[in-house]
Protein backbone atom coordinates (compact mmCIF):
# COMPACT_ATOMS: atom_id res chain seq x y z
CA UNK A 1 0.00 0.00 0.00
CA UNK A 2 1.09 3.76 -0.62
CA UNK A 3 -0.53 5.04 2.91
CA UNK A 4 1.33 7.85 4.29
CA UNK A 5 0.77 9.35 8.09
CA UNK A 6 2.32 10.38 10.84
CA UNK A 7 2.75 6.82 12.54
CA UNK A 8 1.85 4.48 9.06
CA UNK A 9 4.75 3.41 6.78
CA UNK A 10 4.11 3.07 3.37
CA UNK A 11 4.80 -0.55 1.88
CA UNK A 12 6.69 -0.54 -1.75
CA UNK A 13 5.37 -0.64 -4.72
CA UNK A 14 6.51 -1.47 -8.04
CA UNK A 15 4.14 0.31 -10.91
CA UNK A 16 5.33 0.42 -14.13
CA UNK A 17 5.58 4.32 -16.04
CA UNK A 18 3.27 2.66 -18.20
CA UNK A 19 0.91 1.27 -15.90
CA UNK A 20 1.13 5.11 -14.08
CA UNK A 21 0.32 6.76 -17.50
CA UNK A 22 -3.03 4.99 -18.24
CA UNK A 23 -3.82 5.58 -14.18
CA UNK A 24 -3.24 9.48 -14.64
CA UNK A 25 -4.83 9.70 -18.14
CA UNK A 26 -7.92 8.10 -17.05
CA UNK A 27 -8.52 10.03 -14.27
CA UNK A 28 -8.06 13.32 -15.69
CA UNK A 29 -5.30 14.25 -13.02
CA UNK A 30 -8.29 14.39 -10.76
CA UNK A 31 -9.04 12.52 -7.70
CA UNK A 32 -11.93 10.48 -8.77
CA UNK A 33 -13.51 11.45 -5.45
CA UNK A 34 -13.72 15.11 -5.03
CA UNK A 35 -12.15 16.36 -8.75
CA UNK A 36 -9.82 18.26 -7.35
CA UNK A 37 -6.75 19.03 -9.69
CA UNK A 38 -4.04 16.58 -8.60
CA UNK A 39 -0.88 18.25 -10.57
CA UNK A 40 0.24 21.68 -9.55
CA UNK A 41 2.08 23.98 -12.19
CA UNK A 42 5.53 25.38 -10.92
CA UNK A 43 5.20 28.48 -9.77
CA UNK A 44 8.50 31.29 -9.85
CA UNK A 45 11.86 29.25 -9.60
CA UNK A 46 9.75 25.89 -8.79
CA UNK A 47 9.10 22.80 -10.64
CA UNK A 48 5.28 21.40 -11.01
CA UNK A 49 3.88 19.76 -7.68
CA UNK A 50 2.31 16.21 -7.92
CA UNK A 51 -0.46 16.59 -4.86
CA UNK A 52 -2.31 12.90 -5.87
CA UNK A 53 -1.51 9.53 -4.52
CA UNK A 54 -1.68 6.49 -6.48
CA UNK A 55 -4.05 3.95 -4.46
CA UNK A 56 -4.45 0.44 -4.35
CA UNK A 57 -8.11 -0.82 -4.31
CA UNK A 58 -7.36 -4.55 -3.29
CA UNK A 59 -4.55 -4.32 -0.22
CA UNK A 60 -1.05 -6.14 -0.78
CA UNK A 61 -0.47 -6.39 2.70
CA UNK A 62 -2.49 -9.05 4.92
CA UNK A 63 -2.75 -6.11 7.26
CA UNK A 64 -4.21 -3.41 5.26
CA UNK A 65 -7.64 -2.38 3.77
CA UNK A 66 -9.75 -4.47 1.85
CA UNK A 67 -6.65 -7.35 1.74
CA UNK A 68 -8.03 -10.45 0.08
CA UNK A 69 -6.14 -13.55 0.29
CA UNK A 70 -7.87 -14.74 -3.16
CA UNK A 71 -6.76 -11.51 -5.18
CA UNK A 72 -4.09 -12.79 -7.52
CA UNK A 73 -0.40 -11.39 -6.48
CA UNK A 74 0.18 -10.40 -9.98
CA UNK A 75 -2.68 -8.12 -10.41
CA UNK A 76 -1.74 -6.23 -7.32
CA UNK A 77 -0.14 -3.01 -9.34
CA UNK A 78 -2.25 -3.45 -12.18
CA UNK A 79 -4.11 -0.41 -13.32
CA UNK A 80 -7.02 -1.85 -12.62
CA UNK A 81 -6.27 -2.24 -8.66
CA UNK A 82 -5.87 1.34 -8.90
CA UNK A 83 -7.21 4.47 -8.42
CA UNK A 84 -6.16 7.97 -8.16
CA UNK A 85 -6.89 10.18 -5.10
CA UNK A 86 -6.39 13.01 -3.03
CA UNK A 87 -4.21 12.64 0.30
CA UNK A 88 -8.09 13.61 2.25
CA UNK A 89 -9.71 10.81 0.35
CA UNK A 90 -6.48 8.13 0.31
CA UNK A 91 -6.89 8.40 4.15
CA UNK A 92 -10.50 8.42 4.25
CA UNK A 93 -10.82 4.97 2.04
CA UNK A 94 -8.61 3.23 3.60
CA UNK A 95 -9.09 3.77 7.26
CA UNK A 96 -12.85 3.01 6.66
CA UNK A 97 -12.88 -0.23 4.67
CA UNK A 98 -16.04 -1.62 5.31
CA UNK A 99 -17.77 1.53 4.13
CA UNK A 100 -15.12 1.44 1.17
CA UNK A 101 -15.26 -1.89 -0.21
CA UNK A 102 -13.26 -3.05 -3.45
CA UNK A 103 -16.56 -2.94 -5.07
CA UNK A 104 -17.72 0.29 -3.62
CA UNK A 105 -13.89 1.50 -4.96
CA UNK A 106 -14.00 0.43 -8.39
CA UNK A 107 -17.30 1.38 -9.43
CA UNK A 108 -15.88 4.81 -8.11
CA UNK A 109 -13.04 4.93 -10.22
CA UNK A 110 -15.05 3.30 -13.63
CA UNK A 111 -17.72 6.16 -13.43
CA UNK A 112 -15.40 9.24 -12.69
CA UNK A 113 -12.99 7.88 -15.71
CA UNK A 114 -16.79 8.02 -17.94
CA UNK A 115 -17.29 11.24 -16.91
CA UNK A 116 -13.37 12.14 -17.50
CA UNK A 117 -14.17 10.52 -21.21
CA UNK A 118 -17.07 12.56 -21.59
CA UNK A 119 -15.96 15.87 -20.76
CA UNK A 120 -12.88 15.32 -23.16
CA UNK A 121 -14.91 14.55 -25.74
CA UNK A 122 -17.13 17.57 -25.96
CA UNK A 123 -15.37 20.80 -24.17
CA UNK A 124 -11.77 21.67 -25.08
CA UNK A 125 -10.14 22.18 -22.07
CA UNK A 126 -7.89 24.81 -20.91
CA UNK A 127 -4.38 24.05 -19.35
CA UNK A 128 -4.79 23.90 -15.97
CA UNK A 129 -2.28 26.54 -14.20
CA UNK A 130 -2.18 28.00 -10.53
CA UNK A 131 -1.80 31.60 -10.64
CA UNK A 132 -0.98 34.26 -7.68
CA UNK A 133 -3.50 36.97 -7.68
CA UNK A 134 -2.10 40.57 -7.69
CA UNK A 135 -1.73 42.21 -4.71
CA UNK A 136 -2.35 39.32 -2.98
CA UNK A 137 1.26 37.48 -2.41
CA UNK A 138 2.48 37.94 1.05
CA UNK A 139 5.37 40.31 1.42
CA UNK A 140 7.48 38.70 4.18
CA UNK A 141 6.78 35.65 6.07
CA UNK A 142 6.00 35.54 9.85
CA UNK A 143 8.03 33.14 12.26
CA UNK A 144 6.49 30.37 14.08
CA UNK A 145 6.97 29.10 17.45
CA UNK A 146 3.89 27.15 18.60
CA UNK A 147 2.86 24.42 16.61
CA UNK A 148 -1.06 25.92 16.54
CA UNK A 149 0.56 28.91 14.01
CA UNK A 150 1.67 25.98 11.58
CA UNK A 151 -1.73 24.20 12.16
CA UNK A 152 -3.50 27.56 11.10
CA UNK A 153 -1.03 28.05 7.87
CA UNK A 154 -1.37 23.67 6.61
CA UNK A 155 -4.82 23.41 7.41
CA UNK A 156 -7.21 22.75 4.24
CA UNK A 157 -3.83 24.07 2.28
CA UNK A 158 -3.99 22.19 -1.49
CA UNK A 159 -0.05 22.36 -1.74
CA UNK A 160 3.37 24.07 -0.18
CA UNK A 161 6.23 25.75 -1.33
CA UNK A 162 8.97 25.46 0.77
CA UNK A 163 12.61 25.96 1.33
CA UNK A 164 15.44 25.32 4.04
CA UNK A 165 18.84 26.67 4.74
CA UNK A 166 21.57 24.02 3.49
CA UNK A 167 22.08 21.26 6.26
CA UNK A 168 25.77 20.91 7.52
CA UNK A 169 25.15 17.27 8.39
CA UNK A 170 22.92 14.07 8.35
CA UNK A 171 20.99 14.75 12.00
CA UNK A 172 20.61 18.31 10.10
CA UNK A 173 18.97 16.40 7.31
CA UNK A 174 16.71 14.02 9.17
CA UNK A 175 15.47 16.77 11.41
CA UNK A 176 14.53 19.02 8.54
CA UNK A 177 12.93 16.03 6.55
CA UNK A 178 11.02 14.98 9.33
CA UNK A 179 9.88 18.89 9.71
CA UNK A 180 8.70 19.10 6.21
CA UNK A 181 7.21 15.61 6.24
CA UNK A 182 5.04 15.61 9.22
CA UNK A 183 3.20 19.19 8.57
CA UNK A 184 2.72 17.54 4.70
CA UNK A 185 1.18 14.75 6.72
CA UNK A 186 -0.68 16.49 9.04
CA UNK A 187 -1.76 19.27 6.14
CA UNK A 188 -3.03 15.66 4.14
CA UNK A 189 -5.34 14.95 6.96
CA UNK A 190 -5.94 18.70 8.45
CA UNK A 191 -9.32 18.56 6.35
CA UNK A 192 -10.87 15.61 8.41
CA UNK A 193 -9.08 16.59 11.74
CA UNK A 194 -11.57 16.87 14.97
CA UNK A 195 -10.67 19.57 17.26
CA UNK A 196 -8.81 17.12 20.30
CA UNK A 197 -6.81 16.00 17.26
CA UNK A 198 -5.76 19.49 16.06
CA UNK A 199 -4.79 20.06 19.88
CA UNK A 200 -2.85 16.64 19.56
CA UNK A 201 -1.36 17.60 16.38
CA UNK A 202 -0.55 20.91 17.39
CA UNK A 203 1.56 20.26 20.39
CA UNK A 204 3.35 17.54 17.70
CA UNK A 205 4.27 19.76 16.01
CA UNK A 206 5.53 22.47 18.70
CA UNK A 207 7.88 19.65 20.03
CA UNK A 208 9.52 19.22 16.61
CA UNK A 209 9.87 23.31 16.29
CA UNK A 210 11.43 23.57 19.38
CA UNK A 211 14.00 20.19 18.44
CA UNK A 212 14.62 23.06 15.37
CA UNK A 213 15.48 25.80 17.56
CA UNK A 214 17.69 24.18 19.72
CA UNK A 215 19.51 23.29 16.61
CA UNK A 216 19.90 26.80 15.50
CA UNK A 217 16.63 26.79 12.57
CA UNK A 218 13.65 29.38 12.85
CA UNK A 219 10.47 28.29 11.33
CA UNK A 220 8.80 30.95 9.18
CA UNK A 221 5.19 30.22 7.15
CA UNK A 222 2.53 32.17 5.94
CA UNK A 223 -0.61 30.96 4.06
CA UNK A 224 -1.32 32.79 0.63
CA UNK A 225 -4.54 31.60 -1.80
CA UNK A 226 -3.64 31.69 -5.21
CA UNK A 227 -6.19 31.09 -7.95
CA UNK A 228 -6.64 27.28 -9.87
CA UNK A 229 -7.95 28.21 -13.46
CA UNK A 230 -8.24 26.08 -16.22
CA UNK A 231 -9.49 22.40 -16.49
CA UNK A 232 -12.99 21.29 -16.53
CA UNK A 233 -14.58 23.19 -13.72
CA UNK A 234 -14.80 26.96 -12.97
CA UNK A 235 -11.94 29.07 -11.08
CA UNK A 236 -11.65 28.36 -7.58
CA UNK A 237 -9.43 29.58 -4.57
CA UNK A 238 -6.02 27.57 -4.07
CA UNK A 239 -4.52 27.58 -0.77
CA UNK A 240 -0.61 27.47 -0.56
CA UNK A 241 1.14 26.83 2.70
CA UNK A 242 4.90 28.64 2.13
CA UNK A 243 7.14 27.44 4.87
CA UNK A 244 10.62 28.33 5.20
CA UNK A 245 13.55 26.78 7.69
CA UNK A 246 16.41 29.09 8.02
CA UNK A 247 19.18 29.52 10.47
CA UNK A 248 18.95 31.86 13.10
CA UNK A 249 22.00 34.11 11.74
CA UNK A 250 20.73 34.07 8.52
CA UNK A 251 20.81 37.63 7.20
CA UNK A 252 18.08 37.79 5.17
CA UNK A 253 16.06 37.63 8.63
CA UNK A 254 14.68 40.96 9.48
CA UNK A 255 13.24 43.13 12.68
CA UNK A 256 9.45 44.33 12.50
CA UNK A 257 8.74 47.06 14.63
CA UNK A 258 6.88 46.76 17.94
CA UNK A 259 3.81 48.39 16.53
CA UNK A 260 3.90 45.82 14.21
CA UNK A 261 4.13 43.16 16.10
CA UNK A 262 1.35 44.31 18.63
CA UNK A 263 -0.75 44.31 14.99
CA UNK A 264 -0.04 40.90 13.84
CA UNK A 265 0.76 38.62 17.11
CA UNK A 266 3.51 37.50 14.90
CA UNK A 267 7.34 37.33 15.94
CA UNK A 268 9.32 40.14 15.42
CA UNK A 269 11.51 38.19 12.81
CA UNK A 270 10.31 37.88 8.75
CA UNK A 271 12.71 36.72 5.85
CA UNK A 272 11.54 38.42 2.65
CA UNK A 273 9.90 35.54 0.44
CA UNK A 274 12.57 34.33 -2.10
CA UNK A 275 11.68 35.99 -5.30
CA UNK A 276 10.53 39.20 -4.23
CA UNK A 277 11.96 42.41 -5.23
Not at 158 to 182: G, R
Request: glycine content about 8%.
Amino acid sequence: MCELSPRRQAQPVTISDKTRKLLWGGSGRLCASCRRQLVVDGFMLDDDSVVGEECHIVSASKRGPRFDPAFSAAFIDDESNLILLCGVHHKMVDDQPRTWTAARLRELKAEHERWVRSRLSHDRTARVRVRGIAGKAPDHLLRLTAGRQLIGIIDGACSSDTYYDEPEDDAEVDLIASFFQLAQDYADMSGGLEAGERVRAGRELGVIIEELEHAGFWVFGVREVRRLEGGVGKPAAWPVAILYLLRSSNPEIIHVPAREQASTGASSEAPHKEGDA
